[in-house]
């Protein structure tokens, strides 16, 4: 037999929603894990899986959206990182629907539930609301409740990859796209240094050298925001930090 919520534990996990179920049997089968259910067909696997669908376009089509200057690289990176196992962990902890799901005795007795079974409760809930609501109100529920992790996830994305932070600024603010001259190589084939500068709309800043392309890449572009005077002084030394400042070394 399927697993019934009482009058109090539906309330608390509306509550803790923010959203109030027409189907409750919707809401019973996103809480009901496959360790109590006496078919796996009553658990919610089946909801995690149509979840983890809906998660994902909700998340792709509000950052293709807030982020206008992202390349398809930046957004996979983004969209990977917001609905990754830990992030829906951290989301479920927060709202609490971790400790609402139904779970057999020997998880019940754990300290703490499983980091998987927290992501995989948000997923379901995801897909309970879907079905019950329909997409506006999971897209309600999703951006209400991922919206924080999205900017503060992009941030992170955006400090570790001043190329990506450097074209958005271009883009957005100049018109313009930067571009990344070679200008000198050094070293043996097996260890070569590259020099690289950025040049934008004809402007070309201070070059620097990293130990490939990749990495002089984003040395030339933290370097550039500099000098266009987004990053500070103390937060150039830090982002050069970050990415590697240690020169090269050549033998003449």
């Not at 709202?95 to 499983?114: A, T």
């Not at 924080?148 to 941030?155: E, G």
Request: net charge negative; glycine share 6%.
């Amino acid at each position: 037999m399927p697993q019934v919520l009482s009058a109090e534990q539906r309330k608390i996990a509306e509550d803790a929603l923010g959203y109030c179920f027409k189907n409750e049997a919707l809401l019973t089968e996103a809480l009901t894990h496959a360790s109590i259910a006496d078919n796996r067909l009553h658990s919610n696997e089946r909801m995690e899986f149509l979840g983890d669908a809906v998660l994902d376009l909700i998340v792709c089509h509000d950052i293709y959206a807030r982020f206008p200057t992202f390349p398809e690289g930046e957004l996979t990176k983004l969209k990977s990182a917001v609905v990754s196992r830990k992030t829906c962990a951290e989301v479920s902890r927060e709202l609490g629907i971790d400790r609402l799901l139904i779970i057999g005795k020997g998880i019940s007795n754990r300290q703490q539930i499983p980091h998987s079974l927290s992501a995989a409760v948000y997923e379901s809930i995801v897909a309970a609301i879907y079905l019950d609501g329909g997409y506006l109100p999971a897209s309600e529920f999703v951006l209400r409740t991922m919206t924080p992790k999205i900017i503060s996830i992009s941030n992170n994305l955006s400090q570790q990859n001043f190329k990506a932070m450097l074209q958005q600024h271009a883009q957005g603010q100049l018109g313009a796209t930067p571009i990344y001259e070679l200008l000198d190589e050094k070293g043996p084939d097996h260890s070569k240094c590259f020099e690289i500068c950025v040049n934008l709309n004809g402007r070309r800043f201070e070059s620097a050298w990293g130990i490939n392309k990749k990495l002089a890449e984003q040395k030339a572009a933290v370097v550039a925001l500099r000098e266009l005077g987004i990053l500070s002084e103390s937060e150039t030394e830090s982002a050069l930090e970050s990415v590697g400042s240690v020169e090269p070394q050549f033998i003449d």
